[in-house]
C-alpha cells in the first residue's frame, strides 16, 4: 500500500487557522475522515494531492513532498471532488473519459480499448456515446470517478462523493470504492458509509480527536455530536 504521511502539519487560510499539528500515518487500504462541517476534512483530503499545501509541516506520499513534487503527486492521487458536473471536461461520456488519458503514451486503440473497459466496469457502457451532462446525478459521478481511475493512480482521494446520491447510489459508489485495488481515503458524512473500514480519522476544529476502527472511531464521533 502507498504511504501518506502527515509530519507536523498546520494550517491557515489568512489570518484563520483550520489545521493545527496533524500526525499521522496512513498506510490502511480503506481510510474514512469524518468530522462537522468546517472542522477542516475537505483540507486535509486536498492536501494529499497537493491542492493544498501547508502553511507548516510537510505531507509525503511514498517519500514524495507534496509542496515539492506536485506533478508526480498528482499522477500518483487521483482526486474525486463533491461535485461531478465540475469535473465533465467533454461533450460525450467516452470523450470525458479519453480526455484524463492525453498526458499517456498509449495509442488510440489502447485508449478507446481503455475507455470501453472502465466504462462496462463503472455499469456506463450503455452511454459510452451519450451526452456527458445528460447523464443522471449518479452516472455523472460514476463518470468522475471512471474518468480518474482509468488512469490508474495508486491512491484515490474522494471528498464527499456522495452527498448528490440517493441511497442506492451511495452504495453503488461506495461498494465500487470497496472494490478498488487503490488505496482510498474518503472524506464523508454518511457515516453508515464507513462500516467495517479499516480506519477512520475524526476531525474536530482542526484537530485529529479519534483514529482508529470505524466502529469506535465512529462511536466517538456521535458522541462527540451528541447523536
Ligand atoms: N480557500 C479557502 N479560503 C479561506 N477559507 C477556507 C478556504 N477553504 C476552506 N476554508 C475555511 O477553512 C475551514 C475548514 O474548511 P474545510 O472545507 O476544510 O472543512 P470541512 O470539514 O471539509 O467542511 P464541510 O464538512 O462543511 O465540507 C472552514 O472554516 C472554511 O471556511
Redesign the pocket.
Known amino acids: 500500500m502507498p504511504h501518506i504521511e502527515f509530519r507536523g502539519v498546520s494550517h491557515a487560510?489568512?489570518e484563520?487557522r483550520?489545521l493545527e499539528g496533524i500526525d499521522l500515518e496512513l498506510t490502511q487500504q480503506r481510510i474514512g475522515v469524518v468530522?462537522?462541517?468546517?472542522?477542516?476534512?475537505?483540507?486535509?483530503a486536498r492536501m494529499v494531492n497537493g491542492l493544498v499545501v501547508p502553511t507548516d509541516g510537510t505531507v509525503l506520499v511514498d517519500g514524495l513532498d507534496t509542496g515539492k513534487q506536485g506533478a508526480a503527486i498528482r499522477r500518483r492521487v487521483g482526486f474525486v471532488f463533491p461535485d461531478p458536473e465540475a469535473q465533465i471536461v467533454m461533450p460525450t461520456v467516452a470523450e470525458d473519459v479519453e480526455f484524463s488519458l492525453r498526458r499517456t503514451d498509449l495509442t488510440q486503440p489502447q485508449k478507446s480499448e481503455r475507455v470501453r473497459e472502465v466504462l462496462e466496469r463503472f455499469s456506463l457502457g450503455d452511454h459510452h456515446d451519450h451526452p456527458a451532462h445528460q447523464l443522471s446525478s449518479g452516472q455523472k459521478q460514476l463518470l468522475a470517478l471512471a474518468s480518474i481511475l482509468v488512469t490508474e493512480p495508486a491512491i484515490l482521494v474522494c471528498?464527499?462523493p456522495t452527498t448528490l446520491l440517493d441511497l442506492r447510489h451511495s452504495r453503488k459508489v461506495t461498494q465500487l470504492l470497496e472494490s478498488l485495488d487503490q488505496q482510498v481515503l474518503l472524506?464523508t458524512?454518511h457515516l453508515d458509509l464507513l462500516a467495517g473500514w479499516e480506519r477512520v480519522v475524526v476531525?474536530d476544529e482542526?484537530r485529529v480527536v479519534a483514529d482508529g476502527a470505524a466502529a469506535e472511531a465512529i462511536s466517538f464521533y456521535r458522541r462527540l455530536m451528541g447523536a
Open positions: 487560510y489568512g484563520r483550520v468530522g462537522a462541517n468546517g472542522s477542516g476534512k475537505s483540507t486535509l471528498d464527499e472524506v458524512h476531525i482542526g
